[in-house]
């Protein structure tokens, strides 16, 4: 691609993309200062102090659940929603790099947040300043919202949403070119049943990521190997504990993963099979990522198929409890879907308790965000794919006339929540390209 507007800020956005890497914004609510930790409020300030050397006005919410930096004039408002917090990067020992030191290696930017969602985040703003460099003037008001718990709760936009003015119409540089229409409703939940004094389990993994370990500490190891050795899955282990391993894929593409918590359900299920964890597990869930024995055949023209990560197995004493990532088609009905799931969890004796849900995000394809924002993006690639539908979830839902609009170009790899993240230096800088003539097109006049 040719970088007509953003060649001359390429490499001052790979600076400031390597300064925001450094800080390893994961929530942490135990500090009672901030409401997701020090780290993510650094990453906050941080974040709005680049805007501001670059000239953008800037607010930060008192409480430090979101902060915004806006350039331009007018009525209508253009929202780039952006996301600053990212998911733990687990076993450091795993990865080639310091995932809080970026490291350019092989013509990709490797770090956690390159492509989820620092480097996308990065890639507007800098798209915008090239515009800025240029001297064209904003019709509209741009303001990029910086959110601070997207890998959690979004309670950063709830308060957002509570307290300041909605966009006219936007987008989140949180998804893949050339342009996500409709995303799945997102549920999490938990099944919460009997507890078990025959043995302990933690894998408390998040909700959004297909847990690539789990761990089993107990005085049956050796029942429990030659039970996985028997169902052929892959594991660790030493003299205090075994390690099922899997392969982590973002929970909505739970398909494509292999599940090392229910791997190691599947193998304790033979050792326990009064076990009404095991059972469940075993009967209702396996390897699919779909759970068809639950829910059947769901689906829908616009956004695909349901799909369900159990990310999370818990047994203690006094209860088991089981983590549900459940990717909703946007035409399907959620309370029909949870009153399945509460029948089939209660054959088990076990209950439903719901955890977070946000509603589904559709735009219609003839929309002017949508016409523009695809003309924009076919001009300068030649690139004639079709929007997308999504089972992820973008800040795109929570206001009005708002999609997901890349960053990832076609054929890019993905690798958001996985180790070794990363984002090519080309996918880094064509995205830049593309969100400057983007906000050309919606907010500017020209030079």
């Not at 310091?98 to 390159?114: A, H």
């Not at 800025?132 to 718990?149: A, C, H, L, P, S």
């Not at 047994?315 to 459940?326: A, K, Q």
């Not at 719901?354 to 589904?360: G, T």
Request: with cysteine; net charge negative.
């Amino acid at each position: 691609m040719e970088y007509t507007l953003t060649s001359k800020v390429q490499s001052q956005a790979k600076a400031v993309l390597k300064d925001w890497i450094a800080v390893p914004s994961v929530c942490d609510e135990t500090d009672d200062k901030t409401p997701f930790g020090r780290h993510i409020q650094e990453a906050l300030e941080l974040a709005l102090a680049t805007c501001e050397e670059l000239g953008f006005k800037t607010f930060i919410d008192p409480q430090g659940y979101y902060g915004y930096a806006e350039i331009g004039e007018g009525e209508e408002l253009l929202a780039i929603l952006c996301h600053l917090d990212v998911v733990p990067a687990e076993d450091l020992v795993e990865w080639t790099h310091n995932p809080f030191e970026m490291v350019e290696s092989d013509g990709k930017l490797y770090g956690r947040g390159t492509q989820d969602d620092k480097g996308p985040s990065v890639a507007a703003l800098y798209g915008v300043k090239a515009l800025m460099d240029q001297g064209y003037e904003f019709n509209k008001r741009v303001r990029f919202i910086f959110g601070t718990d997207e890998e959690t709760l979004w309670r950063c936009m709830a308060r957002y949403g509570e307290i300041e003015e909605q966009a006219t119409y936007g987008f989140a540089p949180d998804s893949a070119f050339p342009l996500t229409y409709a995303e799945k409703g997102l549920l999490q939940a938990y099944l919460v049943g009997p507890g078990s004094n025959d043995f302990t389990l933690n894998n408390d993994r998040a909700f959004n990521a297909v847990p690539a370990k789990a761990m089993y500490q107990g005085d049956k190891l050796d029942a429990v190997k030659a039970a996985l050795d028997q169902l052929g899955f892959e594991y660790t282990d030493d003299a205090r504990q075994i390690v099922v391993l899997g392969k982590s894929v973002h929970a909505k593409d739970a398909y494509e993963g292999t599940n090392a918590v229910i791997r190691l359900a599947l193998a304790l299920e033979k050792l326990f099979p009064e076990n009404p964890a095991f059972k469940l597990i075993k009967d209702k869930f396996y390897e699919t990522g779909y759970a068809k024995p639950i829910f059947g055949e769901v689906e829908d023209e616009m956004s695909g198929p349901l799909t369900v990560n159990l990310s999370k197995l818990i047994i203690n004493e006094d209860e088991s409890r089981i983590g549900l990532d459940i990717r909703i088609p946007v035409t399907a009905d959620k309370d029909l879907l949870v009153d399945q799931l509460a029948k089939a969890a209660a054959e088990y004796d076990f209950e439903y308790q719901e955890f977070d849900y946000l509603n589904s995000l559709y735009v219609p394809l003839d929309s002017p965000l949508v016409n523009t924002l695809l003309e924009v993006y076919r001009d300068l690639t030649g690139d004639l794919t079709e929007p997308i539908s999504s089972g992820g979830a973008t800040f795109a839902r929570t206001m009005p006339n708002c999609v997901a609009f890349g960053a990832q170009t076609k054929g890019a790899a993905v690798t958001e929540h996985q180790i070794d993240e990363y984002i090519s230096v080309e996918n880094f800088y064509d995205a830049m390209e593309i969100y400057a003539h983007a906000v050309k097109e919606l907010a500017s006049d020209p030079a």
